[in-house]
């Protein structure tokens, strides 16, 4: 979900902006991963609980793009840009979150959040649009060693899923290709508050599509009712995260966004750990470590456009 941007300078009255964007949207996302534990203790369908959270996630975002005059534009190229940013951006990673984390918990998905950045800057090296940087190259090799070592200990575990391990893996890589693609084809002249709501209604589109296959649910148990507050509460975050990320995007740069993965894996996993009574994940300490000090050198390193 980050994107990567160029920032304006920013007035001295404005710099707790950024910041304040930087904790919120971390604490959001950290605060998802737990409300999709939650939604599969309540028997809530993976496909369900995320195709109707981004229903009225994109709902609050087109009516918030109404009041300000900036409803997402409706041409070839931007109907393009939604539905690609919809699949590798939003549907494809939130489904395999919320799908993974009752089989190998909220806390090691949390972690993974923080490998998107990484990824991403590794990307961009491969297609051309940064050059190479020691430092940043560095940050990269430590953060992916975190994971590798989470990894290691989450399949070590007796009786882990393997498969489920290694598909929480993909989350982070399909949010990269989103982050790069986004870049390589903005549409132009468009602004980003006015796309956040065209590529969540593809986003929804989608998922309504992919309930109609063989095998997929989009129905919600309404027993105990905690099922529809669940969903509500997934949308609201889900609306904030996207209109603050914008926010976070335009004012604090690359690199401020680039620690939106560290905070939202911090806070994901102490929710996970205290309020879900979770164990901390086999390896925590040397990988959470690692994946600071990767994301700490990349955010150091100044980049170097190619």
């Not at 051309?128 to 940043?136: I, L």
């Not at 290709?177 to 209604?201: C, F, H, K, Q």
């Not at 589109?205 to 027993?223: F, N, R």
């Not at 309020?275 to 086999?282: H, M, T, V």
């Amino acid at each position: 979900m980050n994107l990567p941007a160029t920032a304006a300078p920013q007035p001295n009255s404005a710099a707790w902006v950024p910041l304040f964007c930087l904790l919120a949207v971390g604490t959001l996302m950290g605060l998802s991963t737990n409300l999709a534990k939650l939604a599969g203790e309540a028997h809530l369908p993976p496909l369900a609980f995320l195709c109707w959270s981004i229903v009225g996630a994109a709902l609050v975002l087109l009516a918030a793009a109404a009041v300000r005059h900036r409803l997402p534009p409706v041409d070839g190229r931007a109907l393009e840009y939604y539905l690609v940013s919809a699949l590798v951006g939003v549907a494809g990673p939130n489904l395999i979150i919320v799908s993974a984390v009752p089989h190998v918990g909220a806390g090691f998905v949390a972690l993974t959040i923080a490998l998107p950045p990484l990824l991403t800057y590794l990307g961009a090296l491969a297609l051309g649009m940064e050059r190479f940087q020691w430092t940043r190259a560095s940050g990269v090799v430590a953060a992916l060693a975190g994971a590798g070592i989470l990894a290691a200990h989450q399949l070590a575990r007796p009786h882990a899923d393997e498969y489920w391990v290694l598909l929480v893996l993909a989350g982070p890589v399909l949010l990269a290709i989103g982050n790069l693609y986004r870049t390589l084809r903005w549409p132009e002249g468009v602004s980003a508050d006015a796309l956040a709501p065209g590529m969540l209604v593809a986003a929804a589109v989608v998922l309504l599509a992919a309930g109609q296959l063989p095998g997929w649910s989009l129905a919600v148990p309404l027993a105990g009712g905690l099922p529809p507050v669940l969903i509500v509460v997934q949308a609201l975050v889900f609306a904030a995260v996207f209109l603050l990320l914008f926010i976070l995007q335009k004012t604090g740069g690359p690199v401020m966004l680039s620690l939106l993965g560290s905070v939202a894996a911090v806070v994901g996993v102490l929710i996970a750990i205290l309020l879900q009574g979770e164990a901390p994940p086999g390896g925590l300490l040397p990988g959470a470590a690692l994946t600071a000090a990767g994301v700490a050198l990349l955010s150091l390193g100044k980049a170097r456009p190619a």
